[in-house]
C-alpha cells in the first residue's frame, strides 16, 4: 500500500542510521567496493536474490559473507563444483530401518542468506534444484513440500573468465535473480588500504547491527515507498523497449536484441526503485532512481543476439541506449 510520501518520511529518517550502521560495520573489512556494498543491502530490503560478477580475488564472497555476519540471521555457504548433487544442496529422504520408514534431511538450502559460491560451476540439475527454492521460497523433497526460512535469498558469485569446468545458467534462472552486479577492480588508493588491512592475520571483525525484526521493518517501509503513476509508465517503457525497439524508436537495436526483459524485470525494477530511494532518505521514486538501478536489474535479461556480439556490443551497452533514448517523465 502506497501513502503520502511526507507520512513516511519520519520512519525513513529514523531507520537512515541502521543503515549507515550496517555499511559502516561492512567497512571495516571491505575497502571502497561501495556499489556492491549498497547493492547488497538493496536486495536484502528488496527481498531479491543477487548475482555478483566478478574476476577472482574482488572480495565478492567476503563481502557477502560480511553482510551475512552484519546481519544477525542464519547463513550458509555452498561451494558449486562440477560433482555437486541436487541433494547435497536441498536435502534428501533417508530410510530408517528401525522405525521402517523415510525420514527427511534437509540440505543447506534451509538457511536465511545462502551463499551460492561460483554458482556456474554446478551442473544443470544443482541449477534446477534452485528453481522452486527461488521462485517459490519452498522445496519439495519426495511428496513433501517444505517452505524454506523467511527471510531466504540467495546470494551468488561467478567468475566471467574462466570457462573450464562451467555451466552457463539457465535463463529461467538468471532471470529469478533481481539484480546482478559486475564488480571492478579498486582504485590505486584502495588497494594501498586494503593491503594494510588484511596483509596480516589480523583481521577485521564485524558484529551484528540489524536483525530479521529489523529487517522485516525496512522491508514494510520500502514497500510503501510512493511509486508515482508516470514513473509506473516509464519503467514500463524501458521494459518493452528491450522487446521491441523499433516501436520505441529504437530500430537501430531490433537486430541487436534477440530475447527482451520479462515481466519479472518490470517488478524488480519497481522495487529496486523503490529501495534505491529509501536508501537515498526519500519516500517517492524519481527517475533518477530508475535510471540508477536499471543497469543491475536488465543486463542479465536482454540477450544479444550474433550481430551485435560481432560488433563487440554487450548488454550494458544496449541498455545504456535504450535509457538515453527512452522519454524520461
Excluded: W
Excluded at 34 to 54: C, K, N, S, W
Amino acid at each position: 500500500m502506497q501513502v503520502n510520501p511526507q507520512e513516511i518520511a519520519p520512519e525513513i529518517a529514523e531507520l537512515a542510521p541502521r543503515l549507515e550502521a550496517v555499511r559502516r560495520e561492512v567497512g571495516k573489512v571491505i575497502v571502497g567496493q561501495a556499489y556492491m556494498v549498497d547493492r547488497l543491502i538493496m536486495a536484502l530490503v528488496a527481498d531479491g536474490h543477487i548475482l555478483v560478477e566478478g574476476v577472482p580475488g574482488l572480495a565478492k564472497t567476503t563481502a557477502i559473507k560480511t553482510v551475512a555476519a552484519v546481519v544477525d540471521t542464519a547463513f550458509a555457504r555452498v561451494q558449486f563444483t562440477p560433482d555437486l548433487l541436487p541433494a547435497d544442496l536441498v536435502g534428501t529422504e533417508v530410510y530408517r530401518p528401525q522405525e521402517h520408514e523415510f525420514v527427511i534431511k534437509r540440505g543447506p538450502i534451509f538457511t536465511n542468506l545462502l551463499l551460492a559460491d561460483e554458482i556456474n560451476r554446478a551442473p544443470a540439475k544443482v541449477q534446477s534444484a534452485l528453481l522452486e527454492a527461488m521462485q517459490e521460497r519452498q522445496v519439495t523433497l519426495g511428496d513433501q513440500t517444505l517452505k524454506l526460512p523467511d527471510p531466504f535469498l540467495v546470494l551468488a558469485t561467478q567468475n566471467p573468465i574462466e570457462q573450464e569446468g562451467t555451466y552457463p545458467l539457465p535463463e529461467a534462472q538468471v532471470d529469478r535473480f533481481m539484480l546482478k552486479l559486475r564488480v571492478e577492480y579498486p582504485t590505486r588508493d584502495e588497494e594501498r588500504e586494503i593491503l594494510r588491512r588484511m596483509a596480516s592475520r589480523h583481521r577485521p571483525q564485524v558484529q551484528p547491527v540489524i536483525g530479521p525484526s529489523d529487517l522485516a521493518r525496512l522491508r514494510e517501509v520500502a514497500d510503501r515507498v510512493y511509486l508515482d503513476p508516470k514513473i509506473e509508465d516509464y519503467i514500463v517503457d524501458l521494459v518493452f523497449a528491450t522487446r521491441e525497439p523499433g516501436r520505441c524508436g529504437l530500430e537501430r537495436l531490433a537486430e541487436l536484441i534477440d530475447f527482451g526483459a520479462s515481466p519479472r524485470a518490470s517488478i524488480d525494477l519497481a522495487r529496486a526503485s523503490r529501495v534505491q530511494a529509501f536508501l537515498a532518505g526519500r519516500g517517492y521514486v524519481t527517475p533518477q532512481d530508475v535510471k540508477t538501478v536499471a543497469p543491475d536489474v536488465l543486463r542479465h535479461r536482454v540477450l544479444v543476439s550474433y550481430e551485435a556480439e560481432a560488433r563487440d556490443l554487450d548488454s550494458d551497452a544496449l541498455v545504456r541506449e535504450i535509457l538515453d533514448t527512452v522519454d524520461v517523465p
